[in-house]
């Protein structure tokens, strides 16, 4: 059964961080689009991250913020994060009627510190301009057709002009986000790079690390990636003791860089102002774990001043379903509603 007799202009699949950025730049530009999200509820990873405050993004420059992503993601995120900078994102919100707080460092999260505030917004501001928001809704394939795309779900296909894929990476699969987009992606031969942790904790046997299990420091401490007893990177930022090893935003930042260029065999040093430990030959935990995803749809099969796919034209991406991953700090959500806003941007000056 197909839904629609005349073609969606946009298809939005995915109700998270880019997929309802998306809708709301959509409504606001008068796009016709509607979002198909797999789960009950929408932005179920939203709801998760800084524990449940949501750091959304942070007060910088767009120039300070593609340095400190590093390359080869500063490069393909430049166009999107200096069309839609943090401060873009920040009055946005704050237009919306959320209440903002900083930290010195310039994180910016609710006042509230609820990230559910966050979510809100986009839900009302849908709900406002009357932006169909159809939930429980896993689409299950795209198929590109002459005039735009048949995208399928379980129980009915609808006829849309464009399609944003807004899937999300693989972690924390629960809350939705479980890698279809990479999928449907792969079968329209396009080029995906293989999912793996990025910002995820690391796992010792070492007694010594395990004793401190419970240990928090979240001021003075920094966390340095040694390869073959020669520092490499090194973060500042909170470092925790698990019960299994060792965490918090120091130690991601290490897993991050390790990830991108491939290290796998090193050593962590942390410093806190208790003492230095050094953390042997460390495992990383699962990609099921991880903050964010590396790998996704790949950079060079996307143009990054639109997010439209360079063999499949219509077909755009945002957020975590393509291969762009950035430190802990705000820089994924805020890569996340950038390159959405682009997309859609992209959609409106097609349509003249
Ligand atoms: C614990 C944790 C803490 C974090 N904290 C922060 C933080 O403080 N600041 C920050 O900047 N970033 C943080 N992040 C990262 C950030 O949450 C993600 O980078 C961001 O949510 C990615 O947005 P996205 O829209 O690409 O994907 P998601 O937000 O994961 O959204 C994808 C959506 O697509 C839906 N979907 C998937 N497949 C389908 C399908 N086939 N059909 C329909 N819908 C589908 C999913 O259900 C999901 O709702 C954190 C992540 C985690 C896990």
Redesign the pocket.
């Known amino acids: 059964m197909a839904l629609t007799h005349r073609p969606v202009p946009l298809a939005i ?9 998306a809708a709301s730049v959509a409504s606001s530009r008068g796009i016709g689009c509607l979002v ?4 009950a509820r ?5 709801l ?4 449940g ?5 942070k007060d910088i420059t767009p120039e300070r913020m593609l340095a400190d992503i590093g390359e080869p993601v500063a490069s393909f995120a430049a166009t999107a994060l200096r069309e839609c900078p943090p401060s873009m994102v920040a009055a946005g919100f704050k237009a919306r009627g959320l209440r903002l707080k900083r930290m010195v460092d310039g ?1 910016l ?1 609710p006042a509230s510190g609820n ?1 559910a505030d966050v979510v809100h917004v986009f839900g009302d501001q849908l709900r406002d301009a009357s932006v169909p928001l159809l939930t429980n ?4 394939d795209l198929q590109p057709v002459k005039n735009g795309f048949i995208v399928a ?1 379980r129980n009915f296909t609808l006829w849309a002009r464009n399609v944003l894929l ?4 693989a ?2 699969p629960k ?7 990479q999928e ?1 992606a792969r079968r329209l031969g396009l080029r995906v790079e293989p999912l793996r942790a990025g ?1 995820v904790g690391c796992e010792t046997n070492e007694p010594a690390i395990l004793a401190m299990a419970g240990a928090r420091f979240e001021q003075g401490a920094t966390a340095a990636l040694l390869v073959d007893g020669r520092e490499v990177f090194h973060a500042a930022g909170e470092v925790e003791v698990e019960p299994w090893g060792v965490s918090g935003a120091a130690v991601y930042n290490c897993t991050r860089y390790a990830a991108r260029q491939g290290i796998r065999s090193f050593a962590l040093r942390m410093d806190t102002p208790e003492g230095s430990w050094l953390v042997k030959r460390p495992a990383m935990r699962p990609l099921k ?5 590396m790998g996704g749809v790949a950079l060079d099969e996307i143009d990054p001043d639109t997010m439209e796919s360079r063999r499949v034209p219509g077909l755009y991406f ?5 291969d762009i ?2 430190p ?9 509603f950038a ?2 806003n682009l997309a859609v941007r992209s959609v409106r000056s097609k349509q003249g």
Not at 36 to 39: A, I, N, Q, S, T
């Open positions: 699949v995915g109700g998270g961080a880019a997929g309802l950025f198909l999200e797999r789960k929408i932005g179920s990873k939203m998760m991250t800084a524990n405050r949501c750091n959304f993004t994180r999260f990230a809704c896993p689409v299950t779900t807004a899937t999300g990476g972690s924390f809350t939705g986000s479980v890698g279809d987009g449907f910002l774990e991880a903050i964010v995803t945002a957020g975590e379903v393509l991953d950035g802990t700090g705000g820089y994924n959500l805020t890569l996340a390159t959405a």
